[in-house]
């Protein structure tokens, strides 16, 4: 944990203020992204950032991601995904979302890193949407409206599929997709509006847990958050629709502040 930094606090503060703090911490902490240009894992930091993994995984096991789109590529920044999922036609259907999830800025924004979207001005507002690092964005996000949440980052050879949709044509339709990875589509059909279609999107088939290891990432060394304030544009918030969700009980409060430990790295 983050020296000066008081998870239980933290938590404590959160319930307080009516913040949604998320039941069920998981022993799931590797989770395989499966999609049309290729699989991947990511191992969550569970331990470090529980609130943002619990709210990951929430939608992992409900399958809300299934069928959902990468609608931005940043190259050189981010790419990004988590909001949408495509119908039968442009523009894309939003993911139904659960309450914000507690900001927790413990680990820097560096390249191959997953983090949470949220809204501008609000550090408490990440709700569905993440974000792969495509590269060292910690002078830019670690401060930036309080530092995106990092809460896991890609094993393997993981980002070479993640690299290969950064490096994919961009289209500009209307947003959220005006930063829109396509495949099988060329400037051409843009200027001759040939219809976008699930062959042409960046979809991710499914998020599945690969592995129930507890702590799995306790053998990883990832960099703090630096807290550099910078210039530049975050990534783009979740729908601010949002959906149905359960608050963090008494007893799961309890097993939080008194029963749950913390990996110091």
């Given at each position: ?31 395989e992204?499966?999609?049309?240009m ?44 988590g ?20 900001n ?40 930036q409206n ?21 490096a ?84 799961g ?13």
């Open positions: 944990m983050h020296p000066g930094i008081n998870r239980r606090s933290l938590l404590l503060a959160a319930l307080l203020s009516g913040t949604t703090i998320y039941p069920g911490i998981s022993n799931a902490t590797v989770v992204f499966q999609t049309v290729g699989h991947f894992e990511v191992n969550l930091y569970d331990n470090d950032t529980p609130a943002t993994v619990a709210n990951f995984l929430d939608y992992v096991n409900n399958g809300a991601y299934t069928n959902s789109v990468y609608h931005r590529s940043a190259p050189g920044f981010v790419e990004q995904g909001g949408f999922t495509f119908g039968m036609a442009l523009p894309l259907d939003s993911i139904p979302t659960n309450p914000a999830v507690t927790e800025p413990e680990f820097s924004n560096v390249r191959g890193t997953i983090a949470m979207a949220k809204l501008g001005g609000d550090p408490n507002s990440a709700t569905s949407q993440w974000f792969f690092n495509l590269v060292d964005n910690s002078a830019n996000l670690d401060g309080d530092g995106f949440t990092v809460f896991g980052e890609v094993v393997g050879n993981g980002m070479d599929v993640i690299d290969a949709i950064a994919l044509p961009v289209y500009n339709f209307t947003a959220p997709t005006d930063n829109l990875p396509l495949r099988n589509y060329t400037a051409n059909d843009f200027t001759n509006n040939v219809p976008v279609d699930d062959t042409h999107l960046v979809i991710v088939n499914a998020v599945i847990v690969s592995d129930t290891t507890v702590d799995s990432a306790a053998g990883l060394n990832p960099p703090l958050n630096t807290a550099n304030s910078g210039g530049g544009t975050p990534p783009p918030p979740a729908p601010a629709s949002g959906g149905g969700g359960g608050s963090f009980g008494v007893f409060l309890l097993a939080l502040l008194f029963g749950y430990r913390f990996r110091r790295p």
